[in-house]
C-alpha cells in the first residue's frame, strides 16, 4: 500500500503494514529490508522484571483501511502473545511536504510497556558530510549530526539498546 505524492512517498506491506519504502524529491530513504521489518517494537517488563520484545511482526491480526481523507489507519492486535493492541494513523493532504503519525497503545496485558521504538527505520550505509551524502540527527545533548558511525562508537556514545536503567545518559532513544 502506497500513501504520497509524486515529491514524497511511503510504501506499506499490504501483509505486515512493515515500512517498505520512504521517498523523498525522487530519492530512497531506507535500506532495503523487504515485509520483514517491523514498523515498531514494544519493550515490555514483567511484574519479575523479565524483559521482552513485542514487534508489530508479531502479532495475531492485522488490518487496514484507506480512507478518502487522505488517512491511512493500521491496526495490529495481539502483538507478541500478548494482550496488546496498536492503532496508526498516518494522515496525508494532497500536495502536503510531511506525514503526521498518530498512535494508541491498548495494554490489557500482566506487563507494563517499558517502551516505544516507533517506527523502525533503517537507513543505508550513505554517510558522510558530502552534498549527496546523508546524515542522521542522534539526541545527544543538544543534538549533532552523525556522518561518521565509526567516530560516533569510537568515541564511547555508540548505538545502545534502548532500557532501563538508561546509565545516566538520559531515557530517550539512543
Not at 558522510?128 to 549530526?145: A, K, R, S, V, Y
Amino acid at each position: 500500500m502506497k500513501i504520497g505524492n509524486a515529491s514524497l512517498g511511503l510504501e506499506l506491506s499490504a501483509q505486515t503494514g512493515a515500512l517498505t519504502s520512504c521517498r523523498a524529491a525522487g530519492r530512497e530513504l531506507l535500506a532495503p529490508a523487504g515485509a520483514g521489518r517491523p514498523l515498531f517494537r514494544l519493550g515490555l517488563l514483567g511484574a519479575d522484571g523479565s524483559q521482552a520484545e513485542a514487534p508489530s511482526t508479531e502479532c495475531e491480526g492485522f488490518s487496514q483501511e484507506a480512507s478518502a481523507t487522505h488517512t491511512l489507519r493500521l491496526r495490529y492486535s495481539k502483538i507478541g502473545g500478548e494482550a496488546l493492541d496498536f492503532e496508526i494513523g498516518i494522515d496525508f493532504e494532497a500536495g502536503a511536504s510531511s506525514f503526521a503519525f498518530t498512535w494508541a497503545l491498548h495494554n490489557h496485558s500482566e506487563r507494563l510497556v517499558e517502551w516505544i521504538e516507533f517506527p523502525v527505520l533503517v537507513v543505508p550505509d550513505r554517510l558522510g558530510f558530502g552534498e549527496c551524502d546523508h546524515q542522521i540527527f542522534w539526541p545527544g545533548n543538544e543534538g549533532c549530526l552523525v556522518g561518521d558511525l565509526s567516530l560516533r562508537e569510537k568515541c564511547g556514545r555508540g548505538y545502545r539498546p534502548v532500557g532501563y536503567p538508561a546509565g545516566g545518559w538520559g531515557g530517550y532513544y539512543p
